[in-house]
């Protein structure tokens, strides 16, 4: 009895006493075969979730979209950004994310594959190249590695194009070269050198459908969030300036959202374009700032494809204002303005018009009436927020900037204190004024409190904003 | 592989020492010193000259025989431990013919006749009954002949019938709670017994904790006791619905009314900001899934409402409950065990014949209207419901050590909610078995299934449409109604009635789990006081989760056409334990000392297997994916295994002075690579006071103990976390991959030590039971999830040990008894604990959120220098004129966890009827109502919020003063009244007994909130595998009411 017992206890002791991690650890995956190909789509799939962390933040902060929704933040349309806060350190995160994936893929993933394609290594070069120019556009200054000292914005973008450049090296296909050369072009001019985005920009003119994607999965669990936020949800998450109503939404699905996914686009021949009227709007060029916008309309907009869909369960509903309009009101861009119509969409009355790629209400006839510096610069920027609305640019137009998050700093001992606080420009309208207007009681048409394009020209020379000027 | 071979050695290792230390032991035995009044021998085979030279030895007296007699070569097994002379010369004579005399001399030996002798061998049959103080029969009390180690227990009636020897002189009989009572055996043949209540309960005996058996006075801790007579009377559904007013030193809030969800069960403080504080579960010996894994898949319609995988266990066939609170008592259970340990053991049968008992409950549910906003809210989403329960139990043995129990369960509740949205029902069957296997192996057995099947509701913070949301929080208005439901007209009423109950129609949410759980024992006793007790057993428990949303719903709430978003989501839960525990257990006492020695190895091993797959785009009616246009999957896999080995040693000195010394050393793959075995040390000192010699006895003070300890126990990391990872998912059809889990190769069990001193005494007679004690628990290396640096790339949290959280109070219990006579008696008792909780170092490391939502709205929160998940939101301050003037961010707007809780409870008793009530209250604790917060925003109130600031601002500001909705949490809730009336039938051959009873359960609140104090874990499924420690309330349904009458028969 003993001895059987004594066998049996053993028997299911052994038995039991294994486990074994289901995960795949890192040592295990460096030793699998052709772990490049995983990584790479891995960075493609962190571009997605980087790029949904940013734009969303950015919309809000700025004046292009109002938040109505609990789980978004409640401040940055105010806006009020502290290092405390939540989503000022998950953009971090996901900045930080995409930088250190691309650095693991090249210090560990790549080097250990001799099969890695060329391709492989100028996709990881750009991905740590577009990290830093996200970090630099968006923040006063980040660490460049884990746990390093923050540098600042200036010197981010700077790194930035050195690895720009290893991309390019490494690249053959002349679209995604053409792509990088763009983003060197947005480099230079975040930096202020009108000389090299000048020279960068030029050679994107005449490819006029460059467009370069994000793209998202649903299927997958990644979804853009700006579809979500603007569309598919069903409550109203965003509401735009009524002003920019009729460029709302830019991505909608039809049937099953998961199934059908919008790209948000990083890089497309518009900047180009804008790039090269904001150098020219600097050197007082107004002849060829007149010409390159015009150009910009004829021969880029236009051939940007246009979709009708119904967006009539959008209601504006939303908790925070009642007075958003859902009907066709006039609006002025502010007081001293004249009412315009056609801003915003009667979205019960028909389909509305989504412009997919970019869309503007500032005409040729617009653009002919420039007459000086200020002028330019005043539609360059107007056109700049309604050809990049939903695409996580305006804050940057607007010389905000996030601070270093206090999670980084209290782990990280290489923070100093300078970088922990936000930067808003002084002009820029505080207590939700960015989002602010009026209703008129009787005719429903609507005032916009602050013409932000226009402090920005008033503005211009603060070092802050408009590179060039 | 590494781990099998350190587990085999292990297992090796420990049945080397259990062999050799029991040689040991027979050896150390049998060379005793002498000793002039007690004699200690295991001896087998021996011859008797030398069983007598032994005797003389010990006994300093010699034997006086004739030399030649031929019976002084028979060999004979005899024991002896700690006996007298005179005992062990009657177990002589049971063994071999012969007479003994004690003289001055020696010992007289003298051969006796053959007839002689077969009177000695002789049997006779002992019947009786046993009763209470109420003269009620009592099951399962203990009748034993403590010469011959044979007894019985009584059955349902009390009764019972012994067969002994003629030579027996004495009969004693044992019940949990009761006086123990020795009897002297005359020539009558029936007895009847009255046992007394025991008061002070010190010589009852507990396992949890020890291993095996020790009585309460040895330990230096406390070890609370339900017996099967406490539960038998409260009419809980569930059992930590009954714990809730049974355990006078842990709080059990039940934190929602939908039909099994979690509830909060914290006894010291919350020791853990990653665990939580949920008490590990053991059923006879098998540690039972109490959920306190992940959730990792999400998603259900147990998000907002976590479930309770305690209330899954079938209440009609408990037989014992224990529990012990932490610290020095919890050491023996090591890396898991900080919270503490509920044990439950299930009846394994009675003594002689068959006994069927059968009842039934019914009644009605209504539900808690006191905390709803409008009053028209309940005519939207409730009703009242029903109630019905069958059971029927049959149980017997015989007098050979067998014994049977079963119970069979069938429950249907159909809730509080419109469209029987909220319906539980729930089949359980359990069995319990024990068996002599030969003279010295007994064996002991329990089965357990139950299926339990529960509608939900959408519930918290689901999005969409939730009923609550929608009526009390305001959120109709985005519908196009009038939210202020009281103020509507009735043709507006209408609309929205109409509007809900389609809502609330289309709704299909379900959980189903099943589960089976069996635990088996074999005891070994090879010699008088030493005992090797093998226990192992398994707990596999399915949890299928199913939420199915139609196009039909969606249109509805959304108030759109949706043609192709129909969806139903389903999560699998699937989790396997297995216990594995080997104890070895030596009683011995010499002279003034007793020693019990426990030795004992535990293993166990988890398995928790989560599958999520779900298709959306699918056909209004389908109830499986098979027919969706898009099919998604997901897996979670997690593996814990833990093992350890103990030793415990406790020390007793002339039975009034106890010495308990014990160490556990636990190893685990969830360690990390830096970290080896892991120790969990204890000490304690009890001393009964009122035992000394000098200490006399008066009726003022009946007895006294002091009681003190210092211990440590753990709370395990969850399983693989210690390791770096890399994570996958598809991504346009490829794999892609990306940073996993940072990794911690210091990764290590937190630890709690405890230091504790105590008192307990009992006064006047035994009507003043008093119990007080004082505690001081620090956590330190506490597991907090460190949120990731942005720059490390990694976007998960790592669990690190660098915080530390202390937990100290003051425990106090009293009953007294004010009336006691020969028909009535009257019982009351109340709890008072304190409560002190700090995070006293966080490591450097940012607050953390716990159980709430975003930093921008509301959160518990973990912070250096603030008790654990207090409420962080934005403070505004108002101007002269109420307009908002400033606004904090992030600011302390109160601690969730209350400085002060406990029990009260009243029984009575007149004759064969008793009547009960008892309540729960806690005082100091805050909570945020954020129901009241969107019904601001929703602009379906105009309280709480100064005038000024609407006609300034509106509700712009709502998320900026949520120090406004927060309140204090204060309540006292009576949790039951009730009645019994037994009835015993003067003829009672078919029917021995019947028990009427009537019961209400949640009848009255008194709470200083607004909302309910206890309904405020929305947010996430938290409860399951994270701390929580309550504090917003939004959109939870409170625990309804329930009458209930109840029947029962016994044949």
Known sequence: ??????????????????????????????????????????????????????????????????????????????????????????????????????????????????????????????????????????????????????????????????????????????????????????????????????????????????????????????????????????????????????????????????????????????????????????????????????????DVIVNRPVVLIDDSRELRNGSNREDYPTEAVDIRFDHDNPFESGYVLDRQADKILVYTVSGTKVTTMDINNITNQDEALYLIYRMRQEIFISEGRRSNDLGIKLPVSETEQLNNSNISDEFTKAVIPDFIPLNLGLDDFSVENDSGNISITNDMNKILVTNKTSSLILPFN | MKNKKIITLITLLLLCISSTYSSVVEKQKGHNAPNENRINFHLKDIPVKQVFTLIEHQANKNFIYISNESFLTNKISIDANNQTLEEVLNILKSKIPLDFKITENGILVKKISAIKNRRAQEKRTIRGAVIDENDLPILGANIFAPETNIGVVTDINGEFSITIPTTVKKLMITYLGYKSKEIALDENSTISLKLEQNASELDEVVITGQGAGVSKKRLSNHVETISAKDIENISSQRIDQLLSTKLPNAQINLTGGQAGSTSIIRARGINSAFLSSTPIFYIDGVRMDNLNTTSALGGGSSTGAAMSSIADIPMDNIDRIEYINGGAATTLYGSDAANGVIQIFTKKGSSNGTQITVSTSAGVVTPTTDFLYFDRTKDLLFKTGSYQKYNLSISGGNNDGFGYSFSGN??????????????????????????????????????????????????????????????????????????????????????????????????????????????????????????????????????????????????????????????????????????????????????????????????????????????????????????????????????????????????????????????????????????????????????????EPWFSSSPIVNSLRLRSNYGLAGNLPPSFVNERTIDFDGFQGEQAAYFGQPGNPDLKPEKTTTYEFGLDASLWNDRVQFSVGYYNARTKDALFYVPPTP?????????????????????????????????????????????????????????FNINGFSARTIQTVVEEGYPIGYIRGNLGVFDANGVLESTTPQSYLGTTIPDLFGNMGINFNYKNLSIFANANYQTEAYANSFDQQFRFLYKASDDIVPEAEVIENGTSNWLNFTNLFTEKTDFLKVRTIGLNYNFIPKNNNSLKSMSLGFSVNNPFNFTSSSFDPEATISGSATGQGGASTGGISYATYSAPRQFITSLKFNF
């Open chain 1, 1 to 298: 009895m003993k001895i059987s017992f004594v066998y049996i206890a053993l028997i299911v002791f052994t038995l039991t006493s294994c486990v074994d991690n289901p995960n795949v650890t890192e040592e295990v995956y460096l030793d699998t075969y052709n772990p490049d190909s995983s990584w790479t789509n891995g960075l493609k799939r962190q571009l997605a979730l980087t790029m949904n962390q940013v734009v969303i933040n950015s919309e809000m902060i700025s004046d292009n979209y109002f938040n109505n929704y609990t789980l978004y933040s409640k401040v940055f349309d105010t806006p009020q950004i502290v290092f405390s806060d939540l989503d000022v350190n998950r953009t971090q995160v996901e900045i930080g994310a995409l930088r250190e994936m691309a650095e693991y893929g090249i210090e560990k993933v790549l080097p250990n594959n001799p099969e890695a394609k060329d391709s492989d290594w100028s996709y990881t070069y750009f991905s740590k190249a577009y990290a830093l120019i996200l970090a630099g556009e968006n923040f006063v200054g980040l660490p460049d590695d884990n746990n390093a000292e923050a540098i600042s914005s200036k010197d981010l973008l700077l790194k930035s194009l050195d690895f720009l450049d290893l991309a390019i090296e490494k690249e053959s296909d002349t679209n995604i070269l053409l792509v990088y050369k763009l983003l060197k072009a947005r480099v230079y001019r975040s930096l202020g050198d009108s000389e090299f985005a000048k020279q960068f920009a030029n050679d994107i003119i005449g490819h006029t459908d460059l467009l370069y994607n994000v793209t998202f999965d649903g299927t997958n669990g990644v979804m853009n969030e700006m579809q979500n936020a603007t569309f598919t949800a069903n409550e109203n998450r965003f509401a735009p300036l009524p002003r920019l109503d009729f460029l709302d939404p830019k991505y909608y699905n039809e049937g099953t959202a998961i199934s059908d996914q919008k790209p948000l686009a990083i890089v497309k021949a518009e900047e180009a374009y804008l790039i090269l009227a904001e150098v020219y709007a600097s050197e007082n060029k107004i002849g060829d700032v007149k010409t390159i916008l015009t150009n910009l309309i004829n």
């Open chain 2, 791 to 847: 720059s490390s790339g990694f976007s998960k949290s790592q669990l690190y040990n660098v915080g530390e959280i202390e937990n100290k109070g003051w425990e106090i219990n009293t009953m007294f008894i004010p009336l006691k006579t020969e028909n009535a008696s009257l019982a009351l008792n109340i709890s008072v604990n304190t409560l002190d909780n700090l995070v006293v170092d966080a490591g450097g490391i940012a607050p």
């Open chain 2, 410 to 691: 069938y429950l249907n509740n159909t809730g509080v909610q419109i469209h029987d949205n909220n319906a539980n029902e729930k089949i359980d069957l359990s069995t319990g078995f024990r068996a002599k296997i030969g003279k010295k192996i007994n064996y002991k057995s329990s089965f357990i299934f139950v299926n339990n099947s529960y509608k939900r509701n959408r519930n918290g913070n689901q999005g969409g449409y939730t009923g609550l949301w929608f009526t009390e929080s305001g959120a109709s208005s985005n519908k196009g109604f009038n939210n202020r439901l009281d103020d509507l007209t009735s043709n507006e009423f209408e609309e929205i009635r109409a509007f809900v109950n389609k809502a609330e129609d289309l709704q299909d949410n379900q959980i189903n789990v099943n589960r089976f759980i069996t635990s088996q024992s074999f005891i070994y006793h090879p010699f008088s006081g030493f005992e090797a007790k093998f226990t192992g057993g398994i707990d596999s428990r399915i949890q299928n989760d199913q939420v199915i949303q139609t196009n039909e719903y969606l249109s509805h709430t959304s108030q759109r056409t949706v043609k192709a978003e129909g969806s139903i989501n389903n999560v699998q839960r699937k989790y396997f334990g297995i216990t594995l525990e080997l104890n070895l257990q030596h009683k011995f006492n010499t002279g003034s000392y007793s020693f019990i020695s426990t030795l004992g190895g535990q293993l166990f091993r988890n398995e928790d297997h989560q599958i999520q797959f779900n298709g959306s785009n699918i056909r209004d009616g389908a109830k499986t994916i098979s027919g969706a246009a898009i099919k998604t999957s997901d897996e979670y896999l997690s593996e814990v295994l833990n093992y350890g080995l103990y030793v415990q040693e406790n020390i007793g000195y002339k039975d009034r002075l106890f010495l308990d010394l014990g160490i556990r050393g636990d190893r685990n793959p969830s360690f990390g690579d830096n970290i080896g075995t892991q120790y969990y040390p204890k000490a304690g000192l009890s001393w009964v006071v009122s035992s």
